[in-house]
């Protein structure tokens, strides 16, 4: 059975900082693209930041270029985000996605997904 698992969320403060972390298992994302979306209660789930398979290419939400990372380790089937100077707005439901796309595929181009892991950011 393929799972993505999200993991790290909680509740910090505004200012703060967290790490998620979403972990493959059933089979090997080693070549797939990897993306974090979230969502906020009301909101559209919207797209956070993309990592390409092996490593080189990034892209974040515009919004969020500077405070957060995106990595992958490969060998551990794992992809991260950073969060960094977390607002209240960060406060979501963030989820983790593959896809055999690029970089630049739509969302519905990625065909596995993680439950979610929420993230509350307090002021």
């Known amino acids: 059975q393929v799972q993505l698992v999200e993991s790290g969320g909680g509740l910090v403060q505004a200012g703060g900082s967290r790490g998620l972390s979403c972990a493959a298992s059933?089979?090997?994302?080693?070549?797939?693209?990897r993306r974090w979306f979230r969502q906020a209660p009301g909101k559209e789930r919207e797209f956070v930041a993309t990592?390409?398979?092996?490593?080189?290419?990034?892209v974040y939400a515009d919004s969020l270029k500077g405070r957060f990372t995106i990595s992958r380790d490969n060998a551990k089937n794992t992809v991260y985000l950073k969060m960094n100077s977390l607002k209240p707005e960060d406060t979501a439901v963030y989820y983790c996605?593959?896809?055999?796309?690029?970089?630049?595929?739509?969302?519905?181009?990625?065909?596995?997904w993680g439950q979610g892991t929420q993230v509350t950011v307090s002021s």
């Open positions: 059933g089979r090997t994302f080693r070549t797939y693209t």
């Open positions: 996605a593959a896809s055999q796309g690029s970089t630049r595929s739509p969302k519905e181009a990625y065909d596995y």
């Open positions: 990592l390409s398979w092996n490593g080189i290419t990034t």
